[in-house]
């Protein structure tokens, strides 16, 4: 800490590093109540989910199969059966499936079938993850979503209205059900992520703040180390 005389202004300059010298000096006891605040935003969280205040998210899963058919439901030979080129194709295109599975259209089909009020892609979009299966015509499909049924209900619907959206759009291609939508919850679904994060960061800003407070009040050589 420097001072200034100026007339009879007598003004004490701060510097950053005086601010880290503190802090380092005083790190063991911030992090220690930072710790604090950490446990304590878990049980604050937990208080709001026993009570039913906690957003609780649901975790939908499923998987579908996609075949190269045509809009008549054939293959490449026309046949009902597929050969081995016709699996080959249906590997090369799950990218392209996946994209549209995934794209406005496909999703706002999906919320008008199912008549959900006030859902529409952007809401759906950025809770959506698909993922190919080990370059295999298998995608993996998983909706984060705050109604177990809903959240069921719409991976169904998405599957229910992208076959003929693939045949307007890329003139091929149907897909299977695998594994039906099934649902569960995270085992850490009761920590709210933004309260903990508060506390913690409240507890170290707190503690930090009072050391600095207490420099700023008694500014004088305590030790030699100082």
């Given at each position: 800490?420097?001072?200034?005389?100026?007339?009879?202004?007598?003004?004490?300059?701060?510097?950053?590093?005086?601010?880290?010298?503190i802090v380092m000096k005083h790190h063991k006891t911030v992090l220690g109540i930072a710790v604090i605040g950490f446990l304590v935003?878990?049980?604050?969280?937990?208080?709001?989910?026993?009570?039913?205040?906690?957003?609780?998210?649901?975790?939908?899963?499923?998987?579908?199969?996609?075949?190269?058919?045509?809009?008549?439901?054939?293959?490449?030979?026309?046949?009902?059966?597929?050969?081995?080129?016709?699996?080959?194709?249906?590997?090369?295109?799950?990218?392209?499936?996946?994209?549209?599975?995934?794209?406005?259209?496909?999703?706002?089909?999906?919320?008008?079938?199912?008549?959900?009020?006030?859902?529409?892609?952007?809401?759906?979009?950025?809770?959506?993850?698909?993922?190919?299966?080990?370059?295999?015509?298998i995608i993996e499909m998983r909706l984060v979503w705050d109604n177990a049924e809903e959240g069921m209900l719409i991976l169904n619907?998405?599957?229910?209205?992208?076959?003929?959206?693939?045949?307007?759009?890329?003139?091929?291609?149907?897909?299977?059900?695998?594994?039906?939508?099934?649902?569960?919850?995270?085992?850490?679904?009761?920590?709210?992520?933004?309260?903990?994060?508060?506390?913690?960061?409240?507890?170290?800003?707190?503690?930090?703040?009072?050391?600095?407070?207490?420099?700023?009040?008694?500014?004088?050589?305590?030790?030699?180390?100082?």
């Amino acid at each position: 800490m420097a001072s200034e005389n100026n007339g009879k202004n007598n003004e004490q300059v701060i510097r950053l590093d005086d601010i880290l010298y503190i802090v380092m000096k005083h790190h063991k006891t911030v992090l220690g109540i930072a710790v604090i605040g950490f446990l304590v935003g878990i049980l604050v969280s937990f208080a709001f989910y026993v009570k039913g205040l906690a957003k609780i998210e649901y975790y939908a899963t499923a998987s579908i199969a996609v075949t190269s058919t045509n809009q008549d439901g054939l293959f490449s030979a026309n046949s009902a059966d597929p050969n081995a080129s016709d699996i080959h194709l249906a590997e090369d295109i799950t990218d392209a499936v996946i994209y549209v599975c995934k794209s406005d259209v496909t999703l706002n089909a999906a919320a008008e079938r199912l008549q959900l009020i006030g859902v529409t892609a952007e809401d759906i979009k950025p809770r959506l993850t698909l993922s190919q299966y080990e370059k295999t015509q298998i995608i993996e499909m998983r909706l984060v979503w705050d109604n177990a049924e809903e959240g069921m209900l719409i991976l169904n619907a998405i599957t229910d209205v992208v076959p003929n959206i693939l045949i307007e759009t890329l003139k091929i291609g149907d897909v299977s059900v695998v594994n039906p939508p099934k649902v569960k919850t995270s085992s850490l679904s009761f920590v709210d992520v933004k309260i903990v994060a508060i506390c913690t960061l409240l507890g170290a800003f707190v503690s930090a703040g009072f050391f600095l407070v207490k420099y700023f009040i008694h500014p004088t050589f305590l030790h030699s180390d100082d």
